[in-house]
């Protein structure tokens, strides 16, 4: 089983910059999960879809942080304009449902470096 | 004061030794407990879980859980040199979403 993928690994823009990054989820997997870690911290929750509806969007900074899921399978997520504070790792996680307990499985992340 | 508590280390223990890793959280609502594994520039890994209170055995690792104390740990029998990672904890209040609060993360390093 392919696990999720999402690109590019990593990436470095100037502050004020747009940058949009990308995941696909496992196949067959409704809910999607977006999160921020930022280095020496856990994972932080952006935003959760579950097929191509927002269940949870309470964390993501939304004059700056858009993200969309159109056809219930990718996912883009899209800094604009990017700040110093957003450098991070951009997590993709995937579920077979949305429902309490089931396991979320991870992507390698992006990395963003913002000068 | 963050939900979830964790000391971020670094743990730096000898191989084969017994490794305690531990959170502590403030959300009494918390009933779904799990610890996933970080390698380095990779994604975290589901490790192990436990629902409400109680202990889980997985081959060389143990889970633990107080409710009443809000304290929650995980051993390592054995370590080894590829146990070497960031061990983060996440819990659920189950109630909706699946939603999972983490904590920052110990580094641990296993030296042969």
């Known amino acids: 089983e392919a696990g999720v993928a999402q690109s590019p690994r990593y990436k470095i823009i100037e502050k004020r910059q747009s940058v949009a990054f990308w995941c696909n989820p496992i196949?067959?997997?409704?809910?999607l999960y977006w999160y921020q870690q930022i280095l020496g911290q856990g994972p932080k929750l952006l935003i959760q879809?579950?097929?191509?509806?927002?269940?949870?969007d309470s964390q993501l900074p939304k004059d700056r942080f858009s993200a969309e899921r159109l056809k219930g399978v990718d996912s883009t997520l899209k800094i604009q304009p990017a700040k110093l504070e957003d450098s991070a790792v951009y997590l993709c996680?995937?579920?077979?449902?949305?429902?309490?307990?089931?396991?979320?499985?991870f992507g390698p992340g992006t990395r963003l470096t913002v000068l | 004061q963050k939900e979830v508590e964790q000391d971020p280390g670094p743990l730096s223990v000898p191989e084969g030794a017994i490794v305690s890793l531990n959170c502590t959280y403030s959300?009494?609502?918390?009933?779904?407990f799990m610890w996933y594994r970080q390698y380095s520039r990779k994604g975290p890994e589901l490790l192990m879980y436990?629902?409400?209170?109680g202990n889980k055995e997985d081959g060389r690792f143990t889970a633990q859980v107080d409710k009443s104390s809000k304290y929650i740990s995980l051993f390592i029998r054995d370590s080894q040199p590829s146990d070497s990672a960031t061990y983060l904890c996440?819990?659920?209040?189950?109630?909706?979403?699946?939603?999972?609060?983490f904590g920052g993360g110990t580094r641990l390093m296993v030296k042969p």
């Open positions: 196949s067959g997997h409704a809910t």
């Open positions: 996680a995937s579920s077979h449902s949305g429902s309490f307990g089931n396991e979320q499985f």
């Open positions: 959300n009494s609502a918390f009933q779904y």
């Open positions: 879809f579950q097929n191509n509806g927002v269940v949870d």
């Open positions: 996440a819990m659920s209040e189950g109630n909706a979403g699946n939603m999972l609060t």
């Open positions: 436990t629902y409400s209170s």
